[in-house]
């Protein structure tokens, strides 16, 4: 018979982001679990708040399937002997198995003929499984940290202080911690009288804690907070400002949530909006307000865990929390208004980059350098690389100032602030704060060239200076996040927007540590920078749906132009779905081709030497040669292979009737040199020799 299963951990307060990865986790693992155990259920799901993990099964079965167990024994030959008796073999194994030598059947497979035995194992009562299995997924639930708690050597988030466990109406005696489950489980921390509720069946769960005050389901305390959210911004047509991140972390924070709207001095929203936005979401888990046109107003929203009937008084001792809280930033914005921006260039110097690497001083004459070798290479005109010259030099100015020293994640945009503040043009403040992104994955980049130039300078020099030092990520460990930082300098690239090589700009940004590293060997990190971007590249590229060959193939020879790699990508993804056994053909062609050619010769032949054949393959060449330079200069990849794919002809009858390695000297080096012509024309676009076929 069939019946609903309830468990609950009970703890102290979870982070909320923990909170979530344990929830889809403990969601996976049971159904893995209850598979593995052969228990039926109709519906499994789980759920979580701050002080418990739920899991609840519906239609539960009963008992655990049967299970028939098909086991090989010896091999016939031995099995039997020539009477066509068992031996002690079959005897021994039938024993083994607790199973009849009769009952034992033949069975061939690519090994021959043997004897195999069917072992049947009934299933056991779901109540005898339960308690093992329910204390695996406890153990087995992975987190960021933990600890051990009490006496025993368990470890957990937080100290687990109860355990519910019930199948249907039957406590399971699961036992974690040191904790041994019952049928109880503890209400809200502040909301009625009651601590300890009782359960005399699984299926009570739902409504008992939902009595209680306790909304156990995260989508529903969601809603409860949307709702209330809207009720109280109606009036007055305000709406919230609800940062993703910051919305799930509040949804977690809460086991029975109710919203507030607080006030504050209006005289704080002459602080620069990004300010406040910080200090309301990431300090104090508030959601600000603005109206209908994008003002920020001076409400604020707080979503509490206490009782209802007291949320004026809740709020108004968030009020004093807030009002402090913005009395500080104001001041610090204040301050750092008093300094300029070159003196605070100047306390640069006196800030370490890095103990090796020099300080933000030093690293800010190294972008300044870069800026103007990377505005040369992009073609930047006057403006553009004025802009990013001067942006430059004060990108990191910030970083000293009290603000970001209070509010790091605001780097950058208060450099914006800062900048305007001094005067300085619309374009250098955008490009200092835009110089940061692409900070993570599918992040905005920077709009202007001058912050793309700037962006990229900074990222560059970082990555040439963490190698020079030996210090580069390893398969665990990036802790300069350099991988992040060569994927946003990679993004810029693919745009097309910004247009760099790639190895001249790693070699620039080396060259700026020449003092600083004497004995740096600059041709070795140049390497093994070159060799960890393309690896990035490469991955980028595949995830833009490039097969890996066709991938291989281009950044063979277009490793340091990514936007050109990519067109090349997609041409050659395209002709090879259109025409792939045309496609296939040519490509095993170029690689014969390839393996016969000699670098070393030249790509000169002599006319007089060559059969027809060969003069048919010199003349498509040189034609196609020709062509193909206007479209290699114009980009147009699609046209340059359909140049290549018009050398099939020639390159088959050439293979077909042609011996390239002929004993005359004189005519097999001519032969290897319109190869070489041959396998030079497809090198400017890929190496098709890396395509699988």
């Known amino acids: 018979m069939s019946e609903t299963l309830l468990f609950e951990i009970g703890v102290e307060e979870m982070p909320s982001a923990a909170l979530y990865a344990a929830v889809e986790q403990l969601k996976t693992d049971a159904s893995q679990a209850f598979l593995d155990a052969r228990l039926d259920f109709d519906l499994l799901e789980t759920f979580g708040s701050p002080r418990?993990?739920?899991?609840?099964?519906?239609?539960?079965?009963?008992?655990?399937?049967?299970?028939?167990?098909?086991?090989?024994?010896?091999?016939?030959?031995?099995?039997?002997?020539?009477?066509?008796?068992?031996?002690?073999?079959?005897?021994?194994?039938?024993?083994?198995?607790?199973?009849?030598?009769?009952?034992?059947?033949?069975?061939?497979?690519?090994?021959?003929?043997?004897?195999w035995a069917s072992i049947e194992e009934k299933g056991r009562a779901a109540k005898e499984v339960l308690p093992g299995l329910l204390a695996m997924l406890t153990e087995g639930l992975s987190w960021p940290k933990t600890q051990r708690w009490g006496d025993g050597e368990a470890r957990f988030i937080r100290p687990v202080r109860w355990l519910l466990a019930l199948y249907g109406s039957e406590v399971v005696p699961v036992k974690f911690a040191g904790v041994v489950a019952g049928r109880y489980t503890q209400a809200h921390r502040f909301i009625g009288s009651r601590r300890i509720l009782e359960l005399t069946h699984a299926d009570e769960y739902a409504s008992i804690v939902a009595e209680a005050g306790i909304i156990y389901d995260a989508a529903e305390r969601s809603r409860i907070i949307l709702e209330g959210v809207n009720s109280l911004l109606a009036v007055e047509k305000f709406r919230p400002v609800m940062p993703k991140r910051t919305f799930a972390e509040v949804v977690n924070l809460v086991e029975s949530p109710t919203v507030g709207l607080g006030s504050f001095d209006e005289e704080f929203l002459q602080v620069p909006r990004e300010v406040l936005e910080s200090a309301m979401t990431k300090h104090q888990r508030y959601f600000p307000v603005e109206s209908s046109d994008g003002r920020l107003v001076n409400r604020f929203l707080v979503v509490h865990n206490g009782d209802p009937s007291l949320t004026d008084q809740i709020v108004h001792g968030h009020e004093r929390v807030i009002r402090a809280r913005l009395a500080d930033a104001s001041f610090f914005f204040s301050e750092d208004l008093a300094f300029s921006n070159e003196a605070r260039v100047a306390k640069l110097s006196r800030s370490v980059f890095h103990e090796k690497l020099g300080t933000l001083g030093d690293k800010v004459n190294r972008i300044e350098l870069l800026v103007k070798k990377l505005a040369a290479l992009h073609g930047a005109d006057e403006i553009e690389a004025s802009d990013a010259l001067r942006a430059a030099h004060l990108a990191k100015t910030d970083l000293v100032s009290q603000v970001v020293i209070e509010f790091p994640d605001l780097q950058g945009v208060m450099g914006y602030h800062y900048a305007l503040a001094a005067g300085e043009t619309s374009g250098v403040a955008l490009a200092i704060r835009e110089h940061y992104q692409p900070r993570f994955a599918n992040d905005v980049l920077p709009s202007t060239a001058a912050g793309m130039l700037v962006s990229a300078a900074d990222k560059l020099d970082t990555l040439a200076g963490i190698f020079a030092i030996g210090q580069g990520p390893t398969g665990s460990s990036d802790p300069y996040a350099l991988r992040r930082g060569a994927i946003g300098v990679l993004t810029m690239l693919l745009t097309g927007n910004l247009r760099i090589p790639l190895d001249e700009a790693i070699a620039s940004a080396l060259a700026g540590y020449g003092k600083l590293l004497p004995g740096l060997d600059a041709d070795a990190t140049q390497s093994h920078i070159g060799e960890f971007v393309a690896g990035r590249l490469e991955i980028m590229l595949r995830d833009r749906n490039h097969a890996y060959d066709t991938v291989a193939a281009v950044l063979a020879v277009a490793a340091s132009d990514p936007a050109d790699a990519l067109a090349r990508c997609e041409a050659l993804t395209a002709a090879r779905a259109a025409g792939a056994e045309t496609f296939e053909n040519l490509s095993v062609a170029f690689t014969r081709a390839k393996n016969l050619s000699k670098p070393e010769l030249s790509t000169e032949c002599q006319v007089h030497l060559m059969t027809a054949e060969e003069r048919l393959l010199a003349d498509a060449l040189t034609s196609a040669e020709s062509k193909a330079t206007a479209a290699f200069i114009s980009r147009d990849y699609r046209a340059v292979l359909e140049i290549l794919s018009s050398l099939r002809e020639p390159i088959d009858v050439f293979f077909d009737t042609v011996l390239v390695m002929d004993p005359d000297e004189a005519l097999r080096n001519n032969r290897l040199k319109l190869l070489n012509r041959f396998v030079a024309l497809f090198l400017r676009f890929a190496d098709l020799s890396r395509l699988a076929g």
Not at 58 to 78: F, I, M, N, S, W
Not at 84 to 111: C, I, M, N, Q, Y
Request: charged share 30%.
């Open 52 to 115: 418990r993990l739920v899991l609840r099964v519906e239609r539960l079965g009963g008992e655990q399937k049967d299970l028939v167990l098909e086991v090989r024994g010896p091999a016939v030959k031995v099995a039997f002997d020539a009477a066509g008796d068992p031996t002690p073999a079959a005897k021994g194994f039938a024993a083994s198995r607790g199973v009849d030598v009769e009952s034992l059947v033949r069975k061939s497979d690519a090994g021959g003929e043997y004897l």
